[in-house]
């Protein structure tokens, strides 16, 4: 569990990663150090209260420290929903970070039993099928007011899937928390 102070230095760390690229440098690490544990992150960026990128890493693949460099350098420049942030937009960014409990697969008897299990506002989820795999935030459903199925039918879409596709018991849906961060 990360704590608030703590959290500060992470949105420091998203921030400092995003500017120093602009000056082709790496940002200062030394603050957040005791990070070197691996932990899933997403990093979100938002522009006047829109969402200006948002990617990240699922599974605890990097450090948490590396984890939140890479996240917020892709969310910034990579997302290939929206172009490249511009230097003079960063004082307009408003950062978010999620910070992952590892995925665990929510086993069901039947599809109609994810109504049941997932627990909105708590619960973010994963998709993961032959054809694909998507991802919503726990945050996401609470801020847009939707129910299980509403969620589950976002998350497909997400995943290019039909919306439904999360009654097909071929795909496995992963559900995780985060520990979110703002500035």
Known sequence: ?????????LIKLARDSI?????????????????SHTQG???????????????????????????IIKSARSAAFED??????????????????????VPKLIEVKKPEDYLKEIKIGKDGLIIRSSHGS???LPQVATEYKWGVEEFLGHLC?????KQDAWKDTT??????QAQIFKE
Do not use: H
Not at 1 to 9: C, D, F, S
Not at 157 to 161: F, V
């Open 171 to 176: 795909n496995r849906i992963y559900r995780f």
């Open 19 to 35: 500017s120093s690229y602009f000056l082709r440098n790496e940002p200062d690490t030394s603050p957040v150090q005791g990070f």
């Open 1 to 9: 569990m990360i704590k608030p102070g703590q959290g500060k230095l």
């Open 80 to 101: 290939p929903r929206f172009p490249p942030l511009q230097k003079e937009e960063l004082k307009d960014i408003r950062i978010e970070i999620s910070v992952l409990t």
């Open 41 to 67: 992150v997403f990093v979100t960026l938002y522009k006047n209260n829109q969402l200006r990128g948002c990617i990240g890493f699922p599974e605890p693949v990097f450090s948490l420290c590396e984890a």
């Open 134 to 136: 998507g991802l919503l």
């Open 157 to 161: 879409e997400k995943a290019w899937l």
